[in-house]
């Protein structure tokens, strides 16, 4: 009886009832939306257009991938009702750990004669390594001693910070190997993005570690009656967080060929807003890889955009903070509605 009332909401919750639109159309029309409102906007005020230019959207998929990256982790946290505030901090601890394993021989030969550079698979493992402990401890904090995420990952985003400038001592780390950079070189942060949104969109949808999730975030009450271990698959859900905010740490040194302390900054609360635009709830039980995806898109859209029409930086966060409020507040009376119907 617990099975199926668990099954039910979930269904409700996650939309996989009969629809006529997938769940992510809406989104996709205010993506497309705003892009036409700049193309507009682009030929009236600069006499250019915005959508038919190569050079620039590149640029901005290019921008926007890292924190899609940090997004995909993110929302699987976010479906489970939880939050996730150490991924920017968890990005520039990582970048530290990299490149201090990915300098070239070059940087540190003359202290070390004869050293040759380490194969670019030990900084990257080096990286995710850190971002999976980074994600355990959130994970086994939150499972362990019941105490809200947002204390717990707030602890760990101003610890992992501050090793972050202890690791060198506030100094970048400079020099890198020219095999390592290549990960952050051309369109590889791009395709890294959307094959990890393609992995976890799968596991989401058709696994039993997809089923867990969103059970958890439906009614974790009912989703450990039916058997799961919730404790077990928050830290699974916090730790694979984790791994993905290293990867995006790894991916961000490549591309900046360096490391620094002050890398990341405030990209967890992008992903966040890229999630909860995407169609994430915050409530818990609700989240699609294939939204956050979008949601993405629309954060970079916004910012390529204001850049694009010469508008003052400030003005891009005012924006992008009332999309995000605009973004809650639907997802309220949505949340609602749905919960009704289960």
Do not use: C
Not at 222 to 241: D, E, F, K, Q, T
């Amino acid at each position: 009886m617990q099975q199926t009332l668990a099954d039910r909401t979930v269904r409700a919750l996650t939309g996989r009832r009969t629809r006529r639109w997938p769940p992510e159309a809406g989104i996709l029309l205010v993506l497309i939306g705003l892009a036409l409102t700049f193309e507009l906007l682009g030929w009236i005020f600069v006499r250019q257009s915005f959508l038919f230019n190569e050079q620039r959207l590149v640029v901005m998929i290019l921008q926007v991938s890292v924190i899609g990256i940090i997004a995909v982790g993110v929302t699987q946290v976010i479906i489970t009702g939880g939050i996730d505030l150490s991924s920017g901090s968890v990005v520039a601890l990582t970048a530290m750990v990299a490149a201090s394993l990915a300098q070239s021989s070059d940087a540190v030969r003359a202290v070390y004669p004869g050293l040759t550079d380490l194969p670019v698979i030990v900084p990257v493992l080096a990286g995710l390594a850190v971002g999976a402990s980074a994600g355990l401890l959130n994970g086994t904090l939150i499972a362990a001693t019941s105490i809200p995420p947002f204390i717990a990952t707030l602890g760990v985003m101003v610890s992992a910070r501050g090793i972050a400038k202890w690791y060198t001592r506030g100094q970048p780390v400079s020099m890198l190997s020219d095999a390592f950079a290549d990960i952050g070189g051309g369109a590889v942060p791009v395709i890294i993005f959307l094959g990890t949104a393609a992995v976890f969109h799968v596991a989401l949808r058709y696994t039993r570690y997809g089923k867990f999730t969103y059970a958890i975030g439906a009614n974790p009450q009912a989703a450990r009656v039916s058997g799961i271990n919730v404790g077990r698959h928050l830290i699974v859900v916090y730790a694979i967080a984790g791994t993905l905010s290293g990867l995006a740490g790894v991916v961000t040194s490549a591309r900046a060929v360096s490391g620094q302390a002050g890398m990341g900054m405030m990209y967890e609360l992008d992903a966040i807003a890229a999630a909860v635009i995407g169609g994430a709830s915050l409530s818990g039980g609700i989240g699609r890889i294939t939204g956050t995806v979008i949601g993405t898109l629309i954060l970079g859209v916004v910012t390529s955009g204001f850049t694009f029409l010469r508008i003052d930086a400030y003005y891009q966060e005012i924006v992008k903070g009332a999309i995000i409020v605009a973004a809650v507040v639907a997802d309220q009376y949505r949340h609602r509605g749905l919960r009704q119907r289960a």
